[in-house]
């Protein structure tokens, strides 16, 4: 831990080296649209460091996994609290400071764990309705630890990082992990306005005019989703849509499964 003072409610973005060539992207969109931003930002990377004065870089060190390097950067948090970015959420909508400050002080109100602000995209039956504003997820959802936007209890969020996983096995066997967790909430709105913009390390093609109407020229570190990449994207999509419709009955196998994997 360093020496700077510690904060009640930071943001970091959750990023690495060989992304260095977005946090332009990010930045650029971040305080374009949460230019009076209150909370302290923090990008994480390995040993990078992004330039500017409004941005403090947590080096984790030399990569060994997704999990690894995250921890280490959480640990490096000079705060309580986190206010959780993936460095390609790229914003397109005015953030409020408001709203935030609404939801995080619900968040210290519930002694919450997590509090992601999207809505929340689990099974209805694992939720509880708090009221017009806020749900519980309740131990058992699948995506109980998604890595949307959120903001998290850094004490919870490092006893779930487990060394080794990607993001995808931390979304899936860390959302068994959290079971033991009561405290994990869900907006019933996505609070931040923000686009996805790359995916298996290439550049989302349908954000393009977004991007061109920004005045962001797509840096040359990634390429472009070809536009048969693109179409079988989609088709994914699709599937999983209809393979989440169609396995229902088959849900308690793969909680099995999932059990498994997590105690091996």
């Known amino acids: 831990m360093s020496n700077m003072p510690e904060e009640n409610l930071v943001v970091l973005v ?8 977005i946090w332009p992207v990010f930045f650029q969109l971040f305080f ?25 870089t947590l080096c984790a060190g030399p990569d060994k996994s997704w999990a690894d390097t995250t921890r ?21 909508g005015k953030v409020s400071n408001s709203e ?14 997590h509090l992601r602000l999207q809505a929340h995209g689990g099974s209805d039956q694992l939720k509880r309705s708090i009221d017009a504003k806020l749900v ?8 109980r630890t998604s890595l949307g936007n959120a903001i998290w209890r850094r004490s919870t969020l ?19 992990r959290s079971d033991q ?13 923000r686009k996805n913009g790359l995916e298996r390390g290439k550049w989302l093609r349908e954000h393009l005019p977004f991007y061109a109407s920004e005045g962001i020229t797509i840096p040359a570190g990634h390429a472009v989703m070809s536009r048969t990449e693109h179409n079988a994207k989609l088709m994914r999509q699709h599937m999983k849509r209809y393979l989440k419709r169609s396995l229902v009955p088959f849900r308690s196998v793969y909680r099995v499964l999932k059990d498994k994997k997590i105690n091996e």
């Open 72 to 92: 280490a950067m959480v640990a490096k948090v000079p705060a309580t609290n986190i206010l959780w970015f993936l460095d390609d959420f790229f914003l397109y």
């Open 32 to 56: 374009k649209y949460w230019p009076d931003c209150p909370y302290p930002v923090f990008l994480g990377s390995n040993e990078k460091v992004y330039d500017d004065p409004r941005v403090t």
């Open 136 to 143: 519980e997820i309740l131990p058992g959802d699948d995506y």
């Open 181 to 193: 967790f009561n405290g994990f909430y869900a907006t019933r709105q996505d609070i931040f306005q």
């Open 14 to 21: 959750n990023s690495c080296d060989k992304y260095a060539d």
């Open 158 to 176: 490092l006893g779930l990082l487990k060394a080794g996983e990607s993001p995808w096995e931390m979304e899936s066997f860390g959302s068994r």
């Open 100 to 113: 935030i400050a609404e939801y995080y002080e619900r968040f210290v109100k519930l002694q919450a764990n």
